[in-house]
């Protein structure tokens, strides 16, 4: 098991910048995929970045593809969404997600652990 927190949400004006962390405990993050996902009111649970275990090969939805930056830190078990050119359209609730394996998983149902997510809202 483990568990998932999210931090690092709040109001921002459009343009602004972020930075998510997404702390694991429970056991040792590294052997984990990751991923964020974010819902906005009325829709469904959408991908946004995945890193692998290792670190490498983040993908990114090509809604944030160049605004946005996945990374993680596994001596500290945390993976991190850095989010810069904030929109409008961003907001949502962000949650992180985590699967024991080598591969990059970008689909919900994909994923075993979720956190309980943390609210980002861009203003115009």
């Known amino acids: 098991q483990v568990q998932l927190v999210e931090s690092g949400g709040g109001l921002v004006q459009a343009g602004g910048s972020l930075r998510l962390s997404c702390a694991g405990s429970?056991?040792?993050?590294?052997?984990?995929?990751v991923g964020w996902f974010r819902q906005a009111v009325g829709k469904g649970r959408e991908f946004v970045a995945a890193i692998s275990w290792s670190g490498g090969r983040p993908f990114y939805a090509d809604s944030v593809q160049g605004r946005f930056t996945i990374s993680r830190d596994n001596a500290a078990n945390t993976v991190y969404l850095q989010m810069n050119s904030l929109k409008p359209e961003d907001t949502a609730v962000y949650y992180c997600?985590?699967?024991?394996?080598?591969?990059?998983?970008?689909?919900?149902?994909?994923?075993?652990?979720w956190g309980q997510g943390t609210q980002v809202t861009v203003s115009s």
């Open positions: 997600a985590a699967k024991s394996t080598s591969l990059r998983l970008t689909t919900t149902r994909d994923y075993d652990y």
């Open positions: 429970g056991r040792t993050f590294s052997p984990y995929a």
